[in-house]
């Protein structure tokens, strides 16, 4: 059993700033890629940033200069900084995890989702 737990989600002026955190707890042998995704109302979710365990990072265009993505491979733990938001970042966030169980099971797991609002 792994879980996903999200915090960090909120409602904030446009140009402010938030940071998303997702820790990773279970029977997890390994963790190979972690990222975020987001879906907004009406809209398929999306790709906003993803790091490996070698620490590659990527981004969406949208978000490239304003969102950094980093990792605690100490804590199972991935983090999203969020800068000079915009309302069009408005959506439910969602971590999401490429990982390895102790039985030897790779498998893909998600997190609950955070909301985060930005006020214009």
């Known amino acids: 059993q792994v879980q996903l737990v999200e915090s960090g989600g909120g409602l904030v002026q446009a140009g402010g700033s938030l940071k998303l955190s997702c820790a990773a707890s279970?029977?997890?042998?390994?963790?190979?890629?972690m990222g975020w995704y987001r879906q907004a109302p009406g809209k398929q979710r999306e790709l906003v940033a993803a790091i490996t365990n070698g620490g590659t990072t990527n981004y969406a265009d949208s978000v490239k200069g304003r969102f950094s993505i980093s990792r605690d491979n100490g804590k199972n733990t991935v983090y999203l900084q969020m800068n000079s938001l915009k309302p069009e970042d408005t959506a439910v966030y969602y971590c999401?995890?490429?990982?390895?169980?102790?039985?030897?099971?790779?498998?893909?797991?998600w997190g609950q989702g955070t909301q985060v609002t930005v006020s214009s």
């Open positions: 279970g029977s997890i042998f390994s963790i190979n890629a």
């Open positions: 999401n995890t490429d990982l390895q169980t102790h039985l030897g099971i790779r498998s893909n797991y």
